[in-house]
């Protein structure tokens, strides 16, 4: 785990309320099956990545609510290439 997702973990129990809202966001677009979990890893490994200075608690809400739906299923999409199961030519 790098030093960002370290400081970024500790905001986790602080950011509770804003990723519930976010999921409802999502569930209310027909993203029923995004789990806490699969939107708390989009998040670290896509758009906290790069952070080269301490996370203060407003940037991370901010790029919470900011998120997309376009963000997030591109991240899945990515990371299902990225898995050793996928195989040019599988339907989609």
Known sequence: MSITNHHVEKFRPQLQVVLVSKLEEFELLGYDTVSMD??????????????????????????????????????????????????FGDSI
């Open 38 to 87: 699969d939107l708390w890893d989009c998040l670290k490994n896509s758009i906290w990545r790069k952070m080269d200075d301490e996370p203060k608690l407003f940037q991370l809400v901010e790029d919470i609510l900011s998120l997309t739906i376009n963000d997030y299923m591109n991240y899945v999409r990515i990371e299902a290439f990225k898995s050793p199961n996928w195989q």
